[in-house]
């Protein structure tokens, strides 16, 4: 197909899951229960990145677990540094392993806002300035994340959202997940999670599915939810190896040298034009030839640029002067 573009075809290999919620609301056990799902795919192992020692408990078996007794079997990574995890899921070999979790991003998050160590504002602020290097290693972490080829799933701890109301107020008009603000945008199917008391006194884990890009599960509500809950976006992923689109830090550096390279090109055709127009006015014998010559710069003002322009311009009426002299 001509030009930069090409017929679109779907590349997602691998299924991309965050979950949110409040503390106690099932988002560690319900990510154990999709790795596991996912891992047996392929039969391949689960990585798990620890940051609370959230998954203790889990690694035993205990009868009275009804929906899970058995111990579930996965490899752990306990850590609370934003370092530690980029390199593990950028090391990551996905020979053995066929899922990754990361549990949870907002202890990463809050430790790449910590790791800053420069002056802060009033009240303790990062400065604005701060916060593109602050972010770096979290947006790497993301970009890993994503086209690591493995399934990924995210779990973090549920933010509010806070807005002005018309009375200039902060009111707290929804949820999110308290991590990086891009975060949640991030994944294939972000959902939000709680435990929610019945009518009896019991209570029962429920996942809401904010999103959904295949189209499947957005909107819809489910209560206890598992391996099974995902499983149909699972047969639409496509390929053997998951999409590539490189991250920020790389779309920059792309850029930049296409910058350097288009303003390198304009100083090489200014000099060209500049070199041209000084040519034909050192090379006019008559004043009309010098008119003729000058008529070169018409419209080419700013190509040229003030400096390159003011020197022509100068150029031409010294030889305008030497001409009157010939006459």
């Known amino acids: 197909m001509a030009g930069k573009f090409t017929k679109a075809k779907a590349e997602q290999a691998r299924l991309k899951v965050g979950l949110y919620g409040g503390q106690g609301s099932g988002k560690t056990l319900t990510a154990l229960m999709l790795a596991e799902g996912l891992a047996r795919i392929d039969g391949k192992r689960v990585a798990y990145v620890d940051t609370e020692r959230g998954t203790d408990f889990y690694t035993k078996t205990i009868p009275e677990r009804a929906c899970h007794p058995d111990g579930f079997d996965f490899d752990a990574l306990y850590t609370r540094s934003i370092m530690e995890a980029l390199d593990a899921v950028r090391t990551l070999d996905t020979s053995v392993y066929g899922v ?3 549990d949870s991003i907002t202890h990463l998050w809050e430790a790449a806002r910590e790791a800053y160590t420069g002056k802060k504002g009033p009240g303790g602020q990062i400065p604005i300035q701060a916060w593109a290097a602050i972010k770096r290693p979290y947006k790497q972490l993301m970009t890993a994340f994503l086209e690591c080829n493995a399934h990924a799933i995210l779990c973090g701890r549920e933010g509010v959202v806070l807005e002005k109301d018309d009375e200039g107020e902060m009111v707290v008009t929804g949820t999110k997940m308290k ?15 709680r435990n929610v008391r019945q009518k009896d006194g019991a209570f029962h884990v429920e996942l809401f599915v904010e999103k959904d890009r295949s189209g499947t599960l957005t909107g819809r509500t489910f209560a206890n939810p598992s391996y099974e809950t995902f499983a149909p976006i699972v047969r639409y992923l496509s390929g053997d ?6 991250s920020l830090d790389d779309a920059a550096e ?57 020197s022509l311009e100068a ?13």
Do not use: C, N
């Open 100 to 102: 990754v979790v990361i």
């Open 179 to 193: 991590a990086e603000g891009e975060t949640p945008y991030e994944p294939h199917v972000l959902g939000r999670m």
């Open 241 to 246: 190896t998951q999409a590539q689109i490189g």
């Open 254 to 310: 792309k850029d930049a040298a296409a910058l350097e390279a288009a303003e390198e090109s304009a100083r090489k055709e200014r000099e060209t034009l500049a070199s041209q127009i000084k040519a034909a006015i050192l090379g006019a014998q008559t004043i009309d030839a010098l008119k003729a010559a000058w008529s070169l710069t018409t419209g080419k003002k700013t190509k040229l640029g003030d400096d390159a322009f003011g």
């Open 315 to 327: 150029l031409k009426d010294a030889r305008k002067v030497e001409l009157l002299k010939a006459a």
